[in-house]
């Protein structure tokens, strides 16, 4: 499988998990396994561009697929992505353990979605579970990290 | 010095690794050789154990050792958990053995650790033990704990009462003889569990030829976990180094040592090879402590204005299978009652009781939910018996600021006099109720009802012991490299510590904050420390931090002033080093000094001078401070779904002087989420037979994005005279009084059905029948 643009060739036991995968055999210890029955959402990747739970997924059925971690979000010079940038800025983690979760779920909508509203991402960001921030500055960073990306497109064109 | 730092809203110091991706939790830790371990639990919550059968597992390929209470490494093996809180008023105590001793006292319990290749064989394996169970009767209904006749919870107990002491002051059959008016409720509460996203979980390797341990922790304190293996094992303190990176939530339950990280020691002292332990969801829910239940009988008395005289009942408190906190819990909770109010008598019994389930620990709030929930509850009863706006019955009882330090009457969990220090209760309610337009919200309620909408609207006020002692800790030191380095026994999980207590050093020394760096939850970094509970750290490391820093700065500016034969009063620190003021071409740079400060191999040392550039300081209070908020809220309920949305919260809070707005409104405000699960949806449940109903956060939930709404946040400020910087404890402040305000609000939208709420959390189908069991029309 592709993980962050790079080619990984693993031999697994069937029943290992995605997240166990990513952390223990490639030490991409950025995805979180929070509650390894699907609710939380801290251990949410993309494959192929869909957010997934990796607690619910085999690695071997991501074989072949694009996978997209926390660790693959930043900038190639090593900067923060705007949305990460954004998380900064409203202090939109605490504990930070959910963060993965909630960046990879915002990544994709953010993506397909260039002017969310509140209510929106809020709905969206209920497969993720915080309990550390009330999800308001998750929320706030969403937000302005929505009209960043505008702003940085328009500029663009 | 000047405060450059110190208040403003600087971002965080943590975020660059986290939001990358590079975080250091327990579970990212990979060390060479290390197996992977997993529990046998208790499938019974009261049964003598006649045996475990662990051959077939130990049969398993990849299956290195299964290690049961016989097995245990001496001393560890006779000895219990040892109780750090100890109460004269405990008749029995009851602490668990580090594997279950022929009888297990609660689901959940860990009887044996299997150690294998791989979680996933440690999994296997531990399926195939064979457990064999005589059970007894389980306790789980507290109420049912103090009949005559109870079976009891713990086998060797007289009964299964572990207090039942009086709290109190003043003349309550005097102040109930003489009130115009009584009322009586009965009250339940509910806090449920601490729930952090990042279960527990340790990392333990033993150093045979070095004979020493070390544990990585998901802890809120690395030096309380320390004590409790030096005290199992009787190490001395070098033994042992305890490690605290990031910690994905703490909450309070994750302050408590427990029996696992002990097993997973003596599993890699057994060994011989680093040994991971992981808990996983279903296992944090029934193994890792819990708040919840109280169950208070109440009585308050009031004079024909609905000022308070007396307030008296029983608190019966379920402290579960073993009392690892003592009293700390319902004593909290019994002492936060008297809040912001002016209470002439009280007389509170407080019945402490053993259950066979997982030991009761604190949850954010620390009983202080409870408290205020039963006076805001009377609040609400009196304004509603005497026809009166329930913020004016408030206003009417208020202590006010002249009458600071205000001493309520009873000793607090801190073992001092509760004294409020500080404080402007009345400001508080009134620029909440300013804020939120209240006194309008009648007119809006009854034009919602006439849309055949149900809208309410609820306050409540807490005062909150914060900045609980003994001390804590922090050394500064000026490294060879030049750079700062701040430690502190402070360990954070989420509370920005890295942050917040670089922006109190900095100042200074004329750094920036992000030129600090900040060493939180390493035992070998600074020997003593009591970690991070209670809104405590502020106040005793940030205090801390704030003493080492003018220590620091002062030996700097002296060995300076030596060296550039000027006066420490003409220099200033600046830009990582020291300059007479005025004239910057005359300065000494952070790292010649600190370089020059060690001295030089074999050479006297010159002056009287110290080696080294660094200060330790250990700020011990005097008492707790105490913070206090006024909470507002707002809801919207569906009548036919029972479904409540909190649909407005204002916080009004008073933590004194503010050292980072952001960082603090964001403990507010999650704080109130935390409290909002508490109000609606939270709730632990268990059969009649102990088994825990509630083990996936699909049954048990807590509150989602969509669940909670934006928050306002606006400060009083009334600097703490107790503590140099002024400062009082912000992390619980959010949940605590939010609880009863939510809860006044959906009996205010409740009005036409006549709903009178006596528990928490409230939960859609009591609604529904509330709803169903009136014939009254919804108009007024």
């Not at chain 2, 959940?108 to 531990?126: K, N, P, Q």
Request: aromatic share 6%; net charge negative; hydrophobic share 40%.
């Amino acid at each position: 499988m592709s993980v962050n643009g790079r080619t990984y060739e693993r031999d697994v036991e069937p029943r290992m998990l995605l997240v166990d995968f990513l952390r223990q055999d490639l030490d991409l210890t950025g995805t979180h396994a929070g509650c390894e029955h699907g609710v939380c959402g801290a251990c949410t990747v993309l494959v192929n561009g869909r957010s997934l739970r990796s607690c619910l997924m085999f690695a071997v059925q991501a074989n072949g697929a694009s996978v997209e971690t926390i660790e693959g979000l930043a900038n190639a010079d090593g900067s923060l992505s705007i949305l990460q940038e954004c998380f900064h800025d409203h202090h939109g983690l605490q504990c930070g353990f959910c963060t993965p979760g909630m960046l990879m779920t915002l990544t994709e909508h953010l993506r397909e979605n260039a002017t969310p509203d509140e209510q929106e991402l809020r709905v969206v960001l209920t497969g993720n579970l915080c309990r550390c921030t009330g999800y308001q500055a998750i929320v706030e960073a969403g937000l302005d990290a929505a009209r960043r990306m505008r702003a940085k497109k328009e500029a663009a064109e | 010095m000047s405060e450059k730092y110190f208040g403003a809203s600087v971002k965080r110091k943590e975020d660059a690794a986290l939001l990358r991706g590079k975080g250091k939790f327990v579970d990212d830790v990979k060390l060479p050789g290390m197996l992977h371990a997993c529990f046998v639990r208790s499938s019974s919550a009261h049964a003598m154990i006649r045996g475990i059968d662990k051959s077939a597992a130990l049969a398993l390929p990849g299956v290195i050792a299964i290690i049961t209470h016989d097995d245990l490494p001496e001393p560890m093996r006779s000895r219990r958990l040892p109780l750090y809180v100890p109460n004269p008023n405990m008749k029995q105590v009851f602490m668990p053995c580090v594997l279950a001793d022929g009888e297990t006292v609660f689901v959940g319990e860990a009887l044996a650790i299997v150690v294998a290749e791989s979680r996933y064989i440690a999994e296997d394996a531990a399926a195939l033990v064979i457990v064999d169970y005589e059970d007894l009767p389980a306790i789980v209904d507290p109420r049912d704990a103090i009949a005559d006749d109870a079976p009891l919870a713990q086998a060797g107990a007289k009964n299964n009462i572990v207090c039942n002491v009086p709290v109190r002051f003043g003349d309550t059959d005097a102040a109930f003889a003489k009130a115009k008016h009584v009322f009586r409720e009965s009250f339940f509460m509910h806090r449920g569990g601490p729930f952090f996203m990042e279960c527990r979980g340790v990392v333990g390797q033993w150093d045979a030829s070095a004979e020493k341990l070390t544990m990585y922790a998901s802890s809120q304190g690395s030096h309380r976990f320390k004590r409790t293996f030096v005290d199992l094992c009787d190490f001395d303190e070098n033994q042992v180094q305890v490690i605290t990176n990031d910690v994905g939530g703490g909450f309070g339950p994750k302050g408590s040592f427990y029996v696992e990280y002990a097993a997973v020691a003596a599993a890699s002292m057994l060994v011989g090879r680093p040994v991971k332990w992981i808990e996983d969801r279903r296992e944090n829910f029934v193994a890792t402590q819990q708040e919840r239940d109280q169950y208070w009988d109440m009585e308050v008395a009031a004079d024909e204005y609905g000022k308070l005289l007396g307030l008296r009942g029983r608190l019966l408190h379920d402290g579960g299978a073993y009392v690892t906190w003592g009293l700390v819990l319902p004593w909290i909770a019994a002492t936060s009652v008297i809040g912001p109010y002016v209470l002439p008598a009280y007389h509170l019994d407080l019945v402490v009781v053993m259950t066979n389930k997982i030991t009761c620990s604190p949850v954010r709030g620390a009983g202080r939910p409870q408290g205020c929930f039963v006076m805001e509850r009377m609040m609400d009863r009196i304004a509603r018996e005497l026809g009166l706006d329930r913020a004016e019955v408030r206003r009417r009882n208020f202590i006010q600021p002249a009458q600071m330090p205000y001493n309520i009457g009873l000793t607090f969990r801190d073992g001092k006099q509760a004294i409020y220090d500080s404080g402007d209760y009345p400001l508080s309610q009134q620029m909440a109720l300013d804020h939120t337009n209240y006194p309008a919200f009648e007119e809006r309620r009854k034009a919602a009802l006439r849309e055949g909408r149900y809208i309410g609207i609820g306050t409540a006020n807490a005062v909150e012991g914060t900045g609980l002692g003994p001390y804590e800790g922090a050394t500064i030191r000026l490294s060879t490299s030049g750079k700062i380095v701040l430690y502190t026994g402070a360990t954070p999980q989420g509370q920005s510590h890295q942050t917040t207590l670089a922006q109190v050093a900095a100042d200074h020394l004329g750094v920036s904050y992000e030129d600090i760096r900040v060493v939180t939850g390493d035992t070998n970094s600074i020997p003593f420390g009591m970690g991070t509970f209670a809104s405590r750290t502020a106040v005793n490391a940030g205090s801390s931090v704030h003493l080492a820093g003018i220590e620091v700065a002062t030996k700097i500016k002296k060995l300076a002033a030596e060296l550039l034969e000027v006066s420490p009063d003409d220099l200033e620190l600046k830009n990582g080093g020291v300059e007479v003021r005025g004239v910057p071409e005359m300065r000494k740079s952070f790292r010649e000094l600190a370089n020059i400060s060690v001295g030089l191999y074999g050479f006297s040392m010159k002056g009287d001078r110290d080696p080294g550039l660094e200060a330790t300081s250990y700020f011990k209070p005097e008492q707790s401070t105490y913070a206090n908020s006024c909470h507002v809220a707002e809801v919207e309920v569906d009548i036919e779904t029972g479904h409540v949305q909190v649909t407005r919260v204002l916080v009004n809070h008073d933590c004194g002087r503010v050292i980072n707005p952001l960082i603090v409104n964001g403990q507010i405000v999650g704080g109130v989420a935390h409290g909002i699960g508490n109000a609606l949806f939270e709730h632990l449940l268990f059969d009649e037979n102990g088994q825990p109903l509630t083990t996936t956060l699909g049954d048990y939930l807590i509150p989602m994005a969509t669940d909670v709404p934006n928050v306002d946040v606006i400060h009083t400020e009334t600097p703490s005279p107790l503590n140099p910087i002024g400062v009082k404890g912000a992390g619980e402040g959010g949940t605590i009084a939010v609880i009863a305000a939510i809860i006044s609000a959906v009996e205010n939208a409740l009005t036409p059905f006549d709903a009178k709420l006596t528990n928490m959390p409230i939960m859609p189908e009591q609604i529904v029948r509330i709803v169903n069991g009136t014939n009254k029309i919804a108009a007024e």
